[in-house]
Nanobody, 118 residues
């Protein structure tokens, strides 16, 4: 089993920054992809950013966050990060960490709340 724990959420003013972390622990084998999703009340969960392992590491971002958010991974620490800059009120959501392992098993964290408000 793999456990994912997010941290770093909170209240920030528009234009501010936050850095989310996702620490993975447990029986971690190979990792195919790690991603950040977000979901607000009454909305579908949407992919925010992904880092995909392969012959070359690939990164993917939702159009709404390109140029503002940066995803990264520290493989030695089994930790993933999401640096969020120039935050907007519409970024307010619960942010979830997701891991897809080499056997294509899905794991989710419990989420961390990001609130962007003045």
């Amino acid at each position: 089993q793999v456990q994912l724990v997010e941290s770093g959420g909170g209240l920030v003013q528009p234009g501010g920054s936050l850095r989310l972390s996702c620490a993975a622990s447990g029986s971690i084998g190979s990792i195919h992809a790690m991603d950040w999703y977000r979901q607000g009340p009454g909305k579908q969960r949407e992919l925010v950013a992904a880092v995909i392992s392969g012959g070359r590491t690939n990164y993917d971002y939702a159009d709404s966050v390109k140029g503002r958010f940066t995803i990264s991974r520290d493989n030695a620490k089994n930790t993933m990060y999401l640096q969020m800059n120039n935050l907007k009120p519409e970024d307010t959501d619960i942010y979830y960490c997701h891991l897809l392992d080499g056997k294509f098993m899905n794991y989710w964290g419990k989420g961390t709340l990001v609130t962007v408000s003045s």
